[in-house]
């Protein structure tokens, strides 16, 4: 009994230290993500990815670095932008650049892993994005784009406080419920890492950087993990002895890929696409990860890393990091309240309102794939695009589409649904 009440004493201790060194610094990076998507307008993003060349490509990889969009909600971004008219090309430099970092997890990597991690992972974000953009311009045969009008996000004419409401409710309501599931859980397996895992365990009973970098490799590529929770878990792995470039294959690899997005990938842009996609991600995090631990300073990151863990952010008043702290932890629990209680109950009186309404269908759905609110809101926006749809509402918690109007075409939907990079199931028994 007192064995099980000193291990949660010190997982609770571990678990709360990780998560006061990345508030101050994960709420800076919401409210950068709020300004980036109210200020910079998806129209803008594909003038700049719409050739089939390596300047759209290094265009592509370098307008995803900074987009806080993971690689669940960086699928149906990806796609409409290539059914907008992107190519192809540049359209997977975006997918490789875009969930490796974010403006919040390079910020939160600074804050765990210190500042020469903070700036080789977008770097190598970048390197990523324009391979895997080069290998498919070898990779494919010249296609043309599906006829596909993208909604954009119109703020132009919003007045500055409209902009302002519309910045923080993207920043720390719908960004925030995309993230909190993953956030928590980085946290959670980071804390329990540091008290599982002795010491020195990668140098004691690994021993081989080459051998580290391949299993860390073996496991991140098909994991689910995105860039800012792999943060904390790639922090504590270096703390027991990862070498730095394992740890930076961990970054990068992790968030990059999973089973589902290989899976899209390949239905969406075709199988040889798919392998020069995971050809460049791979082989990127692999040789950068030699690069860290061959050619650069050990203590760049090793002991930069001990350094940054072991101090209390003295560089920002206690009062303003127990603040960040309180709020950080404010917005997560109406995160969680919102995405599983509020949103069933809206679906729930959604549903009743709809079978009140005597001149519309109503059908229930499953559609597999969607896995965050940007999911639900493209699954929404673009099924209400089609002719005689009235209302849509999307349910990633239960994969269930509810869809009302005077004449619902299930072939059409079945075909938007899919293009968008999700599995149309079908009606709902």
């Known amino acids: 009994m007192n064995f099980l009440y000193t291990w949660l004493q010190e997982f609770i201790n571990e678990f709360v230290y990780l998560f006061v060194e990345m508030s101050p610094y994960l709420m800076l990076g919401f409210l950068v993500a709020g300004i980036l998507h109210v200020f910079v307008p998806e129209s803008s993003i594909q003038r700049y990815m719409g050739k089939r060349d390596l300047k759209s490509v290094f265009y592509a990889a370098l307008i995803g670095i900074p987009l806080p969009l993971c690689s669940c909600g960086v699928i149906p971004t990806g796609v409409s932008l290539y059914k907008s008219g992107a190519s192809k090309p540049a359209s997977v430099s975006f997918l490789i650049s875009t969930p490796q970092t974010g403006v919040d997890s390079i910020l ?15 770097i190598v974000a970048l390197i990523a994005g324009v391979l895997g953009g080069w290998l498919t311009l070898f990779a494919t045969d010249v296609t043309k784009n599906d006829s596909f009008k993208q909604e954009n996000k119109n703020t132009a004419n919003l007045g500055f406080l409209q902009k302002m409401n519309e910045m923080f409710r993207y920043a720390f309501v719908d960004f925030m419920q995309d993230i909190a599931k993953w956030l928590v859980i980085g946290l959670v397996v980071a804390a329990a890492i540091a008290m599982i895992i002795p010491d020195n365990f990668f140098e004691n009973y690994v021993g081989n950087t080459y051998l580290e970098m391949l299993l860390v490799m073996l496991a991140a590529v098909p994991l689910y993990v995105c860039a800012t929770g792999s943060v904390p878990i790639a922090a504590v792995l270096l703390m027991k002895g990862l070498s730095p470039g394992a740890a930076l294959v961990f970054l990068m690899a992790g968030p990059a890929t999973n089973a589902a997005t ?48 072991g101090h209390e952010h003295h560089l920002l008043p206690a009062w303003l990091v127990y603040a960040n702290v309180a709020a950080l932890a404010s917005l997560l629990l109406y995160a969680f309240y919102n995405k599983y209680f509020a949103k069933r ?27 965050c609110n940007h999911c639900k809101m493209s699954v929404e926006k673009n099924l209400k695009k089609i002719d005689g749809i009235t209302l849509v509402t999307a349910n990633p918690e239960t994969n269930e589409v509810v869809i009302s109007g005077d004449n619902i075409n299930l072939e059409t939907i079945k075909d938007t649904v899919n293009d968008l990079g999700y599995e149309f199931v079908g009606e709902k028994n």
């Open 108 to 122: 939160i990597t600074y804050s765990l892993m210190g500042l020469p991690f903070a700036i080789v992972r977008p």
């Open 345 to 371: 109950k809206e679906m729930n009186i959604s549903a009743i309102n709809n079978s009140n309404t005597n001149n519309n269908m109503e059908k229930k759905l499953i559609v597999k794939g969607m896995t």
């Open 262 to 309: 290989i899976t899209v990938i390949n239905r969406i842009f075709g199988k040889r696409t798919m392998y020069a996609y995971l050809a460049a991600i791979i082989g990127t995090a692999y040789v950068s990860g030699i690069i860290l631990n061959e050619f650069l300073p050990f203590e760049w990151f090793a002991h930069q890393h001990s350094e940054h863990m």
